[in-house]
């Protein structure tokens, strides 16, 4: 029952979303500004200053004219190693904001710069959507695969955001995209593990369900070793969200049920 109230609470949060005003009778589209490579961390002197600043912007797409509008910002996915940010064009045009960072990745950087890095992003947005109309009440997280990675381990693990001074429950709500909640493979890897071997440690979002969380529904695809725990979210109320018949990378092409979720 309360995994059905936190779907509510979640679907209720988007409600105020919609991408037509009306204004005295008369329908009026909304208009949308993009703005682009926009640095969310600052630059100190050091060796990672090339890498930062090649890496570390982001684009913010956001309704104009409009106050108090939600945010979703969606981490790419590409295994820690490759990908880019993007806002997706499925999602565009839902009368809120779209937040795409881009983040440091492997090889150039090992575990934890990806995360710390999607901790700033995050955290700048907390600091900055007011400028642009938006409510930091209302920022969600979303990302396909490593973006779905990112987005578990700043809401469910507090010390990332505790180093900007904020607490994950500030989160309005999770909603990743076949993401793995075990230690991520690229970190495995960085050890020399197989991806075939399963770790849990204070990289594996799993090792952090509790049922304080900020409202999560998780959307997957085919199962695998990588999405093991399902009992444990489930008891936290946690929801999860089946594509059986549809592979791993592959998934983000059915990214609608987000924005459908979201509509409603």
Known sequence: MRSVALLA???????WITGQTKQSGITVKQTYRMESDIPYREITPGKTDDEIRKNCHLDIYYPENKKGFATVIWFHGGGLSGGKKEIPEILREQGFAIVGPEYRKNPE?????????AAAALAWVFANIEKYGGDPGKIF???HSAGGYLDLMLAMDKRWLAKYGMDASRIAGVLPLSPQVITHFKIRAERGIEDTQVVVDEFAP???????????????????????????FQEADIIGITRPCTKHNFLVKDVKDLALIIKK
């Open 109 to 117: 950087v090992k575990c934890p710069v990806y995360i710390e890095d």
């Open 9 to 15: 609470v979640l679907m209720f949060s988007f409600q």
């Open 141 to 143: 997280l979303s990302g």
């Open 206 to 232: 799993i090792q952090y369900v509790s049922k304080e969380l900020p409202p999560m529904v998780i959307i997957t695809g085919q199962v695998s070793t990588n999405l093991i725990g399902n009992d444990a």
